[in-house]
């Protein structure tokens, strides 16, 4: 099959890109970033998703299958470039989907879709409505292009769609909004609070994302390897300190004292669970991970020991 990654040069990307080119298929990436050590076998365009060079890709290619994973997570760029790139992005994807005959469409989500909040249900299901528009406002742009994805379910009716809600990753990369958290010899936790957290090692992700594209999903899915747990036990697994801190006292050492910078909706994510229900992708798919809680906290710790 001919597959198209935009977002190929990232870490996960890049994952999923080899694990594909193993399993015979033909892949073609598109990417800004350059991937210098890519394998032979993979085609790559250094062009931006929404511009008109990609969608030259689309024409002169014809993909059988996408994977957009052309969204930026990290909360560093600018709110406006964030919207660009991630609402703009997965608009532009699904309109070359439609215009240039791709028959798979694949949107790689993120769990945090769903919110973290004092009153929300300990496992989100696929059907819960995006909470995180109102509990972490910067998170708004991810959430919107999510919506965008699960319109083309209706919109496109010969495009077999898949969204994927993925939680957070965690290895020996430091791939991710979890592991950039852990990066410090201290992590900060507001006191009284000890939510837990779902993860799952980058070689599920890209075990999960590829099955997706073998059994041919359609719909929206919600994708977990080993159960979650505390903060606290992700703090102290990883080889790190946890410090627990007034919320006041917490929100004035963000960013100081070598701790982590987080904008301000990320308060609700260290006190709140945000934890998703599977099933149906086990069910879909016949998904197991193979990478427990404990060996993908090891292999981060291994990776980024704590110095001095």
Avoid at 9 to 38: K, M, S, T, Y
Avoid at 84 to 104: M, P, Q, S, Y
Avoid at 144 to 172: E, F, I, K, Q, S
Avoid at 204 to 230: F, H, M, S, W
């Amino acid at each position: 099959m001919r597959v198209l990654i935009p977002g190929i040069g990232g870490v996960l990307g890049q994952r999923v890109a080899r694990r594909l080119l193993e399993q015979g298929h033909e892949v073609i990436g598109i990417d800004r970033r350059p991937w210098h050590d890519a394998p032979p076998g993979i085609e790559l365009h250094n062009v931006d998703i929404r511009k008109r060079a990609a969608e030259d890709v689309f024409r002169k290619k014809r993909p059988q299958a996408v994977i957009h994973m052309a969204t930026v997570t990290h909360l560093v760029e600018k709110t406006a470039e964030r919207y660009k790139i991630n609402l703009g992005g997965t608009r532009a994807v699904f309109e070359h989907c439609r215009d240039w005959g791709v028959e798979h469409a694949i949107f790689v989500g993120r769990h945090t879709y769903y919110g973290a909040a004092a009153d929300s249900p300990l496992y989100h299901k696929e059907e819960d409505p995006p909470m995180a528009v109102t509990t972490f406002p910067e998170l708004s742009d991810l959430v919107a292009a999510d919506l965008y994805a699960c319109t083309a379910l209706w919109r496109l009716p010969n495009l077999c769609t898949t969204v994927l809600r993925m939680v957070y990753t965690l290895g020996p990369t430091g791939h991710g909004t979890l592991a950039t958290f852990l990066r410090g010899r201290h992590v900060p936790m507001v006191l009284g609070f000890d939510p837990l957290f779902h993860f799952m090692h980058e070689e599920d992700v890209a075990t999960a994302i590829c099955l997706a594209l073998e059994k041919r999903l359609q719909g929206v899915y919600n994708v977990a390897g080993p159960q979650p747990v505390p903060l606290s036990v992700v703090v102290r697994g990883t080889g790190r300190s946890p410090i627990p801190l007034p919320e006041i006292a917490f929100r004035a050492a963000l960013g100081r004292f070598g701790l982590p910078r987080l904008p301000p909706g990320a308060l609700a994510h260290i006190k709140y669970p945000v934890v998703v229900d599977s099933e149906a992708f086990r069910a879909a798919t016949g998904f197991v991970h193979q990478v427990d809680e404990v060996r993908a906290m090891q292999e981060y710790r291994d990776a980024f020991p704590v110095r001095g």
